[in-house]
């Protein structure tokens, strides 16, 4: 199941416990992942701007900015809070069941 789907998944109001536990975990573990990559990828942009031979670190940070690599750190910090969030509303969802 993909991040977006996942999201679609959650939001239906008549989940029983065990389908809310299957989504956190389900969630939890892509959490994980998308940090994983992104370490991965923060490694690879401290290592193309101290080799840059651009002039300031805002102009290094605006060409990794328009790299692949760099683009898909955009979107992984973007879907590491939209995780966040929807995995804090699961628990609390959990907890309100218990």
Same mark, same amino acid.
């Given at each position: 199941m993909? /991040?977006?789907? /996942?999201?679609?998944?959650?939001?239906?109001?008549? /989940?029983?416990?065990t389908q809310l536990e299957e989504y956190r975990d389900e969630l939890s573990s892509l959490f994980a992942a998308i940090h994983l990559e992104m370490a991965d990828i923060e490694k690879a942009e401290a290592l193309f701007i101290v080799e840059s031979k651009l002039g300031s670190d805002v102009a290094k940070k605006r060409v990794w900015n328009a790299t692949p690599q760099g683009q898909r750190l955009i979107e992984l910090k973007h879907y590491s809070k939209g995780a966040e969030k929807v995995l804090s509303s699961l628990k609390s969802r959990l907890y309100s069941v218990y």
């Open positions: 993909t /991040l977006r789907e /996942l999201f679609e998944a959650v939001k239906e109001k008549h /989940l029983s416990k």
